[in-house]
């Protein structure tokens, strides 16, 4: 397996930056902070998201691998809400900051959204899924082959 250096600044750290640039955006332009009674529908896919990133977190601890991206892994773990996304964690963490843009009713807000998105995807995922395959050869192939990246 080729060694990657984890990164000092992880998924988590740019996760709350952007909940506090999402914040700091909807005070900056003004008005309400929580818009018309439909912009609570945004704590739906919050909380969707929090109990999807908890679960793939619980997963990873009972497997007993490791969860600080481009690291060693020492498990692969394909089972329960892995069945469904290879990475819940970070679709939890893009559900909830959907969420919130949605609660906070400033269309703005969804660029940070794309842009945690893009960012998790291009620094994070796509270096994960080549140590993935090189740790894991053709047992982790046939897993992205079968489950998709996000949903």
């Known amino acids: 397996m080729t060694a990657m250096q984890p990164p000092k600044v992880l998924p988590p750290h740019y996760f709350i930056f952007s909940v506090l640039l999402m914040i700091a955006i909807a005070m900056l332009l003004g008005g309400e902070l929580l818009g018309t009674d439909v912009v609570y529908l945004g704590a739906v896919p919050m909380l969707v998201g929090v109990v999807i990133a908890a679960i793939g977190s619980r997963q990873f601890s009972i497997a007993g691998t490791n969860i600080i991206p481009l690291s060693e892994s020492t498990a692969l773990v394909t089972n329960g ?45 796509l270096r994960e899924e080549i140590l993935m395959e090189q740790t894991f050869g053709a047992g982790y192939t046939a897993y992205q082959a079968r489950v998709r990246r996000w949903v």
Do not use: E, H
């Not at 949605?102 to 794309?114: E, F, G, Q, S, T």
């Open 81 to 125: 809400i892995f069945k469904y996304s290879r990475n819940p964690m970070y679709t939890g963490m893009i559900l909830f900051l959907a969420g919130l843009a949605l609660l906070l009713d400033n269309a703005w807000n969804w660029v940070v959204v794309v842009g945690f998105t893009i960012l998790i995807r291009q620094w994070f995922v």
